[in-house]
């Protein structure tokens, strides 16, 4: 029913509401494009660029930058090419890598490559550990985003197609020490999530190099400096029993009988001839 005296109400036509809605959405994003030109961008104003620049500094852990020069500075110096592969979170990386780059070995240019080459199968610990005078240390498979790695690991068997080490999904696990108390294991890694870790990694920038040097002590109370030898893993009385560890009966003759471990110690130079001189 119709109301006398007022106006019948005229409806709008669609296009004047996709019109508008352009119009809202051009306006959006000439809004936000001035805001960037005026706060972040390099041809602007950029009034915000000298506050992120003092928030960068300040958040910039100088042993970090470290880090990742002297990994930078080992790949352009490395005899063969490396290949990228995934890398885990730092908060689950082991301490070691809070100062310590990927290629850690680096002294003896004539075994560096060599002992660099085995961080791709175990932990720094593995190698390095201290023993506790009546604890056993057992070896085993560990892999920090898997509680229970099954396998197959990188470097217990070969392809028998390209006679290449067989390619495995799991690209984490590693050998790790453990402290054997009775039925009960110990890890004897130490990792970036610890308290110790993370308080070292809030205050480090604070610290002289001596007060770090001091906390540094704290990680490697059951470190030792020196490794162990070749033989102590090459042989058939080695620390690692490979069979349980999951090699192949073929890849583990191969490790046991390693020729590279008597030529380390039996020869001070290695010559490569020169296959392409004329």
């Not at 051009?26 to 972040?40: E, K, N, P």
């Not at 660029?49 to 958040?59: F, N």
């Amino acid at each position: 029913m119709k109301v006398a005296g007022k106006p019948k109400r005229l409806e709008h036509p669609k296009s004047v509401y996709i019109i508008g809605f352009i119009f809202k959405i051009v306006t959006l994003l000439v809004f936000i494009g001035v805001t960037y030109q005026v706060t972040f961008s390099h041809h602007g104003p950029g009034l915000l660029i000298p506050m992120k620049k003092k928030m960068d500094e300040k958040q910039r852990s100088a042993i970090l930058d470290e880090v990742r020069q002297q990994e930078a500075y080992e790949k352009h110096r490395h005899f063969h090419n490396t290949v990228e592969y995934p890398k885990l979170p730092e908060n689950v990386q082991p301490v070691c890598y809070i100062c310590h780059s990927d290629y850690p070995h680096s002294k003896s240019k004539k075994v560096r490559a060599l002992l660099n080459m085995h961080t791709q199968f175990f932990v720094c610990e593995t190698c390095h550990i201290e023993t506790k005078e009546g604890v056993d240390l057992v070896y085993k498979w560990y892999n920090p985003l898997n509680e229970d790695p099954q396998g197959p690991f990188f470097g217990t068997s070969y392809d028998s197609d390209t006679g290449n080490l067989a390619e495995v999904e799991d690209q984490f696990s590693k050998i790790a020490p453990y402290y054997r108390y009775g039925e009960r294991l110990e890890s004897a890694l130490q990792i970036q999530d610890a308290p110790l870790a993370q308080d070292y990694m809030n205050v480090r920038d604070k610290l002289t190099p001596e007060q770090r040097d001091n906390v540094k002590k704290k990680f490697h109370v059951s470190i030792k400096p020196k490794g162990h030898d070749c033989k102590d893993c090459h042989s058939k009385q080695g620390i690692l029993v490979y069979n349980d560890l999951g090699f192949s009966l073929n890849r583990t003759v191969d490790l046991q009988q390693l020729n590279i471990a008597g030529m380390i110690t039996k020869y001070e130079k290695f010559y490569i001839p020169k296959l392409f001189s004329y």
